[in-house]
């Protein structure tokens, strides 16, 4: 079975078929007679020869940081939701926060051409990055990170970071700071240099050792917790760079004795749905992840049909949510 039956039985041309599977102009009649042709064979055209015919493979390649965690999911949902009514579909390559492999899948969606674009959830910019980057053959949309000259879209780490921490000092004089890799810029920099600026605008100098690198998860969270609680016992309130390292802070200060947020208030990021059931529910920042996958999506849509390449950068709204863990 192949193109030329189904012309056939149509009673079209073989160019005539090949238009209706490449949504070119087909007048009705000629496109109910070949539909009638597909469904009674089961007739699929081949991808790789659309791909050699069209140049298009209708894939889009994902690259990702990790797959167990809750913004990226919800990023991922976003980006489905944006795809499903087009023909295109997602390879999701998983790098496990690998910097290697991110590059390594930079480079190999690009030099095989397999696929039509690529939305990069960052976590790392370094030279390899953009020496891969700089040499890729599709659009890109980068997802999760502000990287100048290319389209972003981004969450406002630094400014939603700063104002919830303002709002917690109105009620605690003694914060920590457990916050991770400062080589991701967006989680780990710019929430970091909110935490201070706060801080520093509210009056109040923070130790260095009350500023400790965590990873993204529970147990981290727990095991900075309490080296900041074994130096600075007087620390009344613990800001964290995400929900899963405030839920191993809060877990850490309940077994110090510590209550909360009596004794030490809480705050984390991202605004998970643990967040709105633990006892007490968390202070956090809701960023609106399904929204940027949505955004990136379009974005990237818009540049592989062919649509204006000007770089474009969307910085996306954020809530404060303030619950159980911190005094009001």
Known sequence: MDINTIAKMAGVSRATVSRYFND?????????????????????PSQQAQTLRT????????????????????????????FADTPYQMLL????????????????FSNRNQVDGIILIATVFDKAHMD?????????VVLGQDLEGHTSVYNDDYRSMYWLVRKVLEKGQHPAYIGVTEEDESAG???????????????????????VESAFTLDSGYLCAERILDIHPETDTLVCASDNIAYGAMTCAKEYGKRVPEDVQITGVGDGDLSRVVTPTLTTIHHHYHTAGQEAASLLLEAMQGKPSVSREIRMGYEIQIRNSTRS
Not at 73 to 81: C, D, E, F, T, Y
Not at 132 to 140: D, F, G, H, Q, S
Not at 197 to 206: L, N, P, S
């Open 24 to 44: 070119g102009y087909v007048s009705e009649q000629k496109r109910q007679a070949i539909a009638k042709a597909i469904e009674e064979t089961g007739y699929t």
């Open 93 to 108: 390559a998983n790098t496990n926060n690998s910097k290697d492999a991110e590059v390594s899948y930079l480079q190999l």
């Open 132 to 140: 891969a980057i700089r040499e890729l053959r599709c659009p890109l």
């Open 189 to 211: 920099r710019d929430r970091h240099r909110g935490f201070m600026d706060a801080c520093r605008d509210a009056g109040i100098e923070v130790p260095q050792d009350a500023q």
């Open 55 to 82: 140049g298009k493979t209708n894939l889009v390649g994902v690259i990702l940081p990790k797959v167990n965690s809750y913004s990226v999911s919800r990023m991922l949902a976003g980006i489905s939701v944006a």
